[in-house]
C-alpha cells in the first residue's frame, strides 16, 4: 500500500493529474471545434435561438475557459 504523504508519491500523483488535465484539455478543444458548425447556426441566425440554449451556451464557454485556466495554472512555474 503506497504511502499518500510521501513526497515522491505525491510528486507522482501531481505529474498524473496534470497529465489528465491535458488530455482533457485536448479532448475538450477537438469536441469543441467539431461541434462548432452547430453553434455557428444559431448565431448567425440560420436556426432560432431558444432560451434553454442560453445554458448549453454558458456551460460550453465556462468549461473551455475553466480547462484553459487550470492549464494555464498547472505550467506557471513560479
Known sequence: M???NSPDEIAK??????RFMHTL???YIWEWVVSLPFDWQYLSGKKT??????F???NRYCLL???IGIAIA???TE
Do not use: E, I, K, Q
Open 13 to 18: 500523483n501531481g505529474v498524473a493529474f496534470s
Open 74 to 76: 498547472l505550467n506557471v
Open 49 to 54: 435561438f431558444r432560451w434553454p440554449l442560453a
Open 2 to 4: 503506497p504511502d499518500w
Open 25 to 27: 484539455l485536448g479532448l
Open 56 to 58: 448549453y451556451f454558458l
Open 65 to 67: 475557459f475553466a480547462l
